[in-house]
């Protein structure tokens, strides 16, 4: 490779690099006030599989055609204390966003058979509900 085309090269890189990460600062500013909301669900003792079916047949089709975003399902590991935890956290790009979407959710028909089906064979003991922001720092951001 010459001495000129090394050149071009290293300029081609650098200037790619350069409209990739005034890409990635947009994103960040377009996502500055992107929100977290981390859910933990504390089922009926012996009812956690049944939670779990729930959110795995039906519920999270739903949190997802009102794009509730959710990052991940988790179960509690540590016993005994957690044994009975259902744990999500949801993404959204902001407060006013994630109302919007709730309350389409829970307006939709298809949430009143979920609320049914709750009636009838119990398993939410109750739940704890935290919006988090990410720190300056956060590789979630």
Known sequence: MTHNSTRWTVCGVALISFAAGGLLMRTSWADANRI??????HAVPGKLSVMES?????????LAKHHLTVT?????????????????LLSHR?????????????TDPEFEKILKAEQTEKTLEKADVIF??????????
């Open 36 to 41: 977290y909301e981390l859910r933990v669900y």
């Open 132 to 141: 988090m922001r990410p720190t300056d720092f956060s590789s979630m951001k």
């Open 72 to 88: 991940g399902y988790w179960t509690g590991d540590d016993s005994p204390g957690s044994k009975d935890t259902f744990v999500f």
């Open 54 to 62: 729930r959110f795995r047949d039906t519920t999270s089709k739903l």
């Open 94 to 106: 902001n407060r006013e966003e994630a109302k919007r979407n709730w309350e389409a959710m829970r």
